[in-house]
């Protein structure tokens, strides 16, 4: 079957839109085309500094023939409605229409629509041109003197030459022709910039992927990757040194460059009195080159590994020479930025912190400071901390945002307040809460488990969700410019994970006192009745983002979002651990055969109360009369009642004891009697003493369940 090859060759694309664009354009063509009936086999997308490219295979050289009967309106019907029929039939008359009889309804029109396919060149030039102008570039731009026009085409960098070619591979392919804003697609592509400029031409994806290769282009971008990663694991092995990975950095990398040439560089020895991460930072974000360490002992080396997209013709040595030029001069910066630094205790900075407002409806860092260190003392007990300890590395957490260091490398954050607090005599805990309070900082980042670490990171954490929910700064679709559902989530993995037992929802209302006081809008509207007034709600508001987030964390583990509602449901449900606990024993039970059964015979139950309760406007909550099942009740509706009261006893004993997988037991004895009660028991008895009875009876049933969970929240 023929495939297609398309690439869009334009000036150098930034590395970090690279991927995604590859992937935009594998999506919005093969979507164009599974929309319009044309199933292909497979498809591949490539990106590299000056293109993006797919390659699509087995698509049909046409698409399929269309043969439909479309109803017409009756014989006899107005000719409005008939005209409207042919126009939309395509028909010239209704001689060209059959009649067909319908018992029922009479005689009718039927038009026989017949359109052959569509060949797939004709269908991709009327799609891919489209694509081209709508390509969704994070940020794009306008060329020549096309750009004063309006609807001018826009790209991310100008757009030099289209290749679009189609056919099978025992064919010569066609050239697919279309135009997008005067440029023509063709058969031409073009190889690295300065080892081979000429025009190439290409025919299909196995030509154009060892041409270009030829012409010093590696197409592939995990291809180029690989060339990078194993040829400089290879320098760094044959220097006794160890390549610091560093895969941001590799993808990076690898889309600055078409024909990747790994060399190694060195810098002065002194310069390793620097952090380690300084050095790393300073190389990685100035120069896009890697660091190495010694084997054995795993410091840093003063060598580092550099990728150019040339071969030079004296082996790289004027390019290893000018980014070892560059580098020196960059470490000269951080070593006296260091120094520098080391001259002012971090207590000494923190008076600066006055001066930076952190939100202007919140106050500025050293406000937020303080209430941070107020809550990591309260927390302190939680985490298994000393209060002094947690309150000081808060105080100290922020102050090296006012360092040279960090105000020139700020990825440095918390790594240089842990350097300079080391240096400067603090307690190991202390220093290290300095580094660790900002973590984790996604899902593959490391949890802390330092106690004083994980008390300032929850106050941290908790401050920043507290504040921003207080002024109404939530986050609304996928913008979370404040990193809120970060914020949560490192909250949820910093409870579960160190299996700390926290309330959430009294140290939420708290703290929103604490903000109120800090900020001077709140205190102007937020009156102490409003704060009354406010501080359940909102907490309750974000305890409910918290089970949201809660949801997503444990999707990988395979427990359904709905076992989570069914539990936070619950009132006084703010306790994340003993949530996840619930949840899990939940999950287990509803596996097994008398958990399932038992929830089919609950909903049963809810169902039959939610009719009656609906017709009847009453409640049947109250417990049932068991002197009325005693002496009129049937044997089933007996031992109903009698599971009931034992499940009910022994679940919130188990519940009480936070044994939840007991509670799970005690539920599970009242399958058989509830099974046996809807079998034997018409719960709609005509005495309508034995109807109400029977109907708290059920309803007892859902408060038994109610135990655990509300199983009114649990689908499927």
Known sequence: MPDLLLELFSEEIPARMQRKAGEDLRRLVTDALVERGFLYEGAKSFHGPRRIALHVAGLPAKGQDVREERKGPRVGAP????????????????????????????????????????????????????????????????????????????????????????????????????????????DVTYGHRFHAPEPIRVRRLDDWAASLGKAKVEVDADKRKDVILHDARDLAFARGLELVEDEALLEEVAGLVEWPVVMLGAFEESF????????????????????????????LANSFVLVANIEARDGGKAIVAGNERVVRARLSDAKFFFETDKATPLEARLPKLEAIVFHDKLGTVAERVERVAALARSLADVAGADADKAERAARLSKADLVTEMVGEFPELQGLMGRTYAALQGEDEAVAAALEEHYKPLGPSDRTPTAPVSVAVALADKLDLLTGFWAIDEKPTGSRDPFGLRRAALGVIRLVLENRLRLRLDPVLRMHLGAIRHASPQLRETWSDPDLARERPR???DLLAFFADRLKVHLREEGLQHDLIDAVFALEGQDDLLMIVERVNALAGFLATEDGANLLAGYRRAANILRIEEKKDGTSYDAAPDAALVAARGEPAEKALLSALERAQSEASAAIAREDFEGAMRALSHLRAPVDAFFDAVTVNAEDPDLRANRLRLLAALRRATRAVADFDKIQG
């Not at 005689?107 to 017949?114: G, H, K, S, T």
């Not at 290749?163 to 099978?168: R, S, T």
């Not at 790393?280 to 010694?294: E, G, M, P, Y």
């Open 538 to 540: 909102l907490a309750a």
């Open 79 to 186: 000719e409005k409605a008939v005209e409207g029929f042919l126009k939309s039939a395509g028909l010239a008359s209704l001689d060209e229409a059959r009649i067909e009889s319908d018992p029922k309804k009479g005689d009718f029109y039927v038009a026989l629509i017949e359109r052959p396919g569509r060949p797939t060149p004709e269908v991709l030039a009327e799609i891919l041109p489209d694509i081209v102008r709508r390509f969704p570039w994070p940020k794009s731009m306008r060329w020549g003197a096309a750009s004063a026009e309006p609807g001018a085409l826009t790209w991310v960098r100008p757009l030099r030459a289209i290749v679009c070619m189609f056919g099978p591979e025992t064919e010569e392919p066609e050239v697919v022709r279309f135009s997008v804003d005067g440029l023509e697609s063709g």
């Open 272 to 299: 390793l009195d620097i952090p380690a991460e300084a050095i790393r930072a300073t190389i990685r974000a100035n120069q896009k080159c890697f660091v190495l360490r010694d084997r054995e002992t795993g410091k």
